[in-house]
């Protein structure tokens, strides 16, 4: 191919249009939504409105999306040369890619392409007001084009207010088909107590002391994520450089150090064996607890070219290249309006759209609005997030500082804020992460939430 043929290809991959196809060939809850809603004449690409008119097609026959079985009805529409010459290419190409990206099941974030495609569509019934107006008025025709404006079709996919909740079967048919299952499954104990929360539209928070491994612990979400096949982004805002969080997300995908000191053979912990399941107040292991731990021998640190064949290894083996992406800025520089703004340029300039946003962490996070107090500049970020969070529809991980009382490591509380107590009001979940002395030297970290 050459060169014009492919930048014309990046040129129409741009726009919603390719986003809208996806869903429609992908997913048959977001088709459900625009079956009723969008007709192929709605695309303006030619390409696009012939893919959009075989899914509603096949939708309106056999009630679902057409997934792998769309690369068999193009091919029935090529033989029957049905199909315009400069379109074929362009399907093809597009039926490729979704090939390569949604085989292995990977799902899109249905409630943040369905409000796109309201947007888009608003913005086509404007355009084509606005054109009629100024038709009309050139002819001199003023009640005409009174009359386009008061004709103009109001367009909304999913109704947002003034609906009867309970009294519409369909709509209760699909609020039950539509509860959030997890994005991410997290493993072990850990999973059990978080697993539920770590779903679209939830924003979860981890309180503690300085020093308690907040940001690896948001690191390693991070990448639970992505080996998931989700697209994730983290967004580093003040308390590492960018250098350190490579090394740190490179040492937490080996799991070996990069240095020297850490080499050699030991016991790592890696959970409890007993049968007794409460925690002592001492802060020592769980009653009737022992610490089950495996043998691991480490001979070199991890260098550069281990860390980047490891990740390369890693992007082949579960099909996860350009599903990550690390943002790294100064502490009080950046506000929540700041990381939708590079979410909204990753998916305008590259089709990128993210899944689950990471952010180190919210204390460092600026406040955007003039304010009367630190407690109520503290509040508006807090508000911010989540208002982030439900716009995107994403899940949305971070962290916040504990008071100084918990530098004990005991169990934290209600009470172990800092700053002000409202956080709590805009999380779907605060996990405290507690460490005693004792505790940690035997490689044990106690959530609670």
Known sequence: MGKGFEMRIRKIDRKIERHILIGMIVSTNYLSFVSTKLTKNDLQNSYASTIAGWCLDYFQKYGEAPKENIQKIFEYHDRKDEINDNDVDLIEKLLEDISKEYSEGEEINVDFLLDKTEEYLKKNE????????????????????ESSILEMKPVQITSKEGIDPLGDLERIEKAFNNISEPLI??????????????TRDSFVCFQGPEKCGKTWLLYWIALQGLLQR??????????????????????????????KKYCGSFEKPIGFQGVSAGRRGDGTTPSGYGIKRENINIEEPLSAQEAYDLYEETCN???IHNHLRLFTMPADTVSFTDIDSELDRLEKQEGWIADIVVVDYMDLARCEERVDSERAGINKIWKKAKSLNNKRHILLVSATQ????????????????????????HVNVMIGMSQTDEEKKMGIFVKKY
Request: glycine residues 8%; without cysteine; charged residues 25%.
């Open 185 to 198: 499954h997290l493993p072990g104990a850990f999973g059990e107590l978080l697993n539920e929360h770590l």
């Open 126 to 145: 404007i355009e084509r007001t606005i054109t009629q107006v100024q038709n009309k008025i050139q002819e001199g025709d003023i009640k005409g084009a």
């Open 230 to 259: 989700k697209n994730v982004a983290i967004f580093q805002i003040g308390d590492m450089t960018e250098s350190q969080s490579i090394i740190r997300l490179s040492i937490i995908l080996a799991g070996k150090s990069n240095k």
């Open 317 to 319: 083996k579960y099909k």
């Open 402 to 425: 504990a008071d100084a009382e918990t530098y004990t490591g005991e169990l934290q509380t209600r009470q172990n804020y800092s700053e002000d107590k409202r956080k709590y009001s």
